[in-house]
DNA sequence: CTGTTAGCGCTTTCAA
DNA sequence: TTGAAAGCGCTAACAG
């Protein structure tokens, strides 16, 4: 099986500098402690041949690729944009690498895009809110290291990093209730979404200790497009504030109740959730929850440097979003 | 060098199922074509054993990863996400994934970024304004196959995808100078950014053969926080309107100007450049221009399919950003 | 200090 | 049709 690369292997560089491969691996890797003038040799000899070491065979030699990969279900979001930014960046730090795969792409099957994903390099890290807790149970194990985004859950050892969209939601319940708010709106996320349904119990949980409030739900999205849709049906729903699944479904609202000729806050309220970078600057601005996204990112890699380095990760933490309250929300209009 | 690292290998299942591992990897690879029953009887082993093939092993005898590297200055910025987006998309699509850099991570070193990362799979989709031709020149040989994003180049054969930058920007000022405004000020981009480049050569053309107009350049960056901090500057410039380098710019520029008591666009025009997802969402909606992100991700797939099948790619193109008037713009004050 | 050698796990030619 | 064996390019015991 001749493949000639083009690419020169170790074997050459050795050959042409008069010593052994295991030399020049050594001087390749600082591992050097002979003479400095032959590791001189073959560092030049190397320059010459350009030489660039296949960090391929070295993976197979190592037995590990310095490589995790990122699944998070939609990358145009922006929420997860600043995750995989800030994981990218921290990961690289320890000369790690991040491999990402939007599972909209294989919405049927997410456990396979995973598997196949993971057995490209040493972990991942797993932002899946529409996989079932079964799925995800059988497939952990499989997946390990591992680290998990917004889904707890016991019976799976591996950290994870999660936000309270439940007691989130209902900080921005709340608020809309203080502002005289008694008929609200949800629209709700993707079908079978964890994280809705977070929203939803606490949802639930509110009307159930706030007698005179009611809170209708209609189906929604994840995206803008989601929002401008239901944007008539949430002007007809006799509701007066709105709270919408995330940011991204929020603007999209906004935007379509604008031209329905619905003026926010006055006639309406409308809430997000996640504080994308872009929600403090909408027309009028988003009142939103805000989520640290970075923070995430960041923690995440922490997590998964202990696991890849065979210590004891830190702790599970759960987010508590902080309301953000800005211009779309205002007084209940009477 | 003994290491369990707990899956199975090829030889296990053979040794399990009774063949041998050539006989394996053609049953996991649909070559196989003796008996079924044999096949049957693999497939089931490697199933009992939990059997997952090495992407890494087989990555080495095949001599590809089927993985590309997508290397930007800023995976914070909404333009580059877009690109990712459906880049990434487009390569699953054929079995590809895509690993990210940030070249922000090590901005002395992107040459060594760019190769190190490209070492690790099998070619570069490379966005980088800010490297030099001389260094891009010297590094494209070593990174083929390569296509390149906003660096078109003779001397380089890679495929490229651009963007007009010079005729786009020179739309905007005209748009301006048709509104009546005779003093411009230019938020320039990160120093040494080619794509800074292209647009302050355009503003220069333009500035020449419209004598009664007057532009001013102001250094800025890329980011709202660059933005923002110019505002103060750009109020007391003189100029009526405001070209900044980028939406990101254009965002924090409208936000500072704001907070200053500025009225945008009555006292003063603003434009951005990329018409990110946001632009059409600021108070006042952003006046900019159009590049279409997916496409040159999705094309820069394309090109690069070409490339690592051995194909010729299509011919390079050169995007013309389409002028969006929004509410940014407006007559100039007299 | 340096080289020899045996892997890492898979694919593929070649021969049976 | 199936298997033996030789790589892919690198690393790391183990000798010397």
Redesign the interface.
């Known amino acids: 099986m001749k493949?000639r690369?083009g690419a020169a292997t170790i074997a050459e560089v050795a050959a042409a500098a008069g010593v052994s491969p295991a030399t020049v691996s050594r001087v390749m890797n600082d591992r050097f402690l002979g003479d400095a003038s032959i590791a001189e040799r073959v560092r030049s000899v190397a320059i010459d041949l350009?030489y660039?070491?296949?960090?391929?065979?070295r993976?197979?030699a190592l037995?590990q690729?310095s490589?995790i990969a990122f699944v998070v279900p939609d990358?145009?979001n922006?929420a997860f944009?600043?995750m995989?930014?800030s994981l990218?960046?921290a990961a690289?730090?320890d000369g790690y690498?991040?491999?990402?795969?939007?599972s909209a792409?294989?919405p049927s099957d997410e456990p396979l895009l995973v598997?196949e994903?993971r057995?490209?390099c040493d972990a991942v890290v797993l932002c899946a809110p529409r996989m079932s807790d079964a799925e995800l149970v059988s497939l952990a194990g499989?997946l390990r290291p591992l680290v998990l985004i917004n889904r707890a859950n016991d019976q799976i050892d591996a950290p994870s990093l999660s936000i309270d969209y439940r007691s989130g939601i209902q900080d921005l319940a709340q608020h809309l209730a203080d502002l005289g708010h008694r008929h609200l709106v949800f629209i709700e996320g993707p079908e079978g979404s964890a994280s809705n349904r977070h929203r939803v119990d606490g949802l639930d949980d509110f009307q159930r200790r706030s007698p005179g409030v009611r809170i209708d739900r209609i189906p929604g999205g994840a995206t803008?497009e989601d929002g401008l849709a239901v944007a008539a049906r949430v002007r007809d729903s006799g509701a007066t504030a709105a709270l919408a699944f995330n940011d991204l479904v929020a603007?999209g609202l906004?935007?379509g109740l604008i031209n329905l000729g619905v003026r926010v806050p006055e006639d309406m309220s409308v809430t997000g959730f996640d504080d994308i970078?872009?929600a403090?600057?909408?027309?009028?601005?988003l009142t939103t929850l805000s989520v640290p996204h970075e923070e995430l990112g960041a923690q995440a890699w922490h997590r998964m440097r202990a696991l890849v380095s065979g210590e004891k990760p830190e702790p599970n933490v759960v987010f508590h979003p902080r309301l953000e309250v800005r211009g779309s929300t205002g007084p209940a209009p009477r």
């Open positions: 493949r690369t350009a660039s070491p296949s960090h391929l065979a993976s197979l037995g690729t490589a990358l145009a922006p944009q600043a995989l930014s990218s960046k690289a730090k690498r991040v491999l990402v795969a939007d792409e294989s598997s994903i057995r490209r499989s803008s603007i906004l935007n970078p872009f403090r600057y909408t027309t009028p601005p």
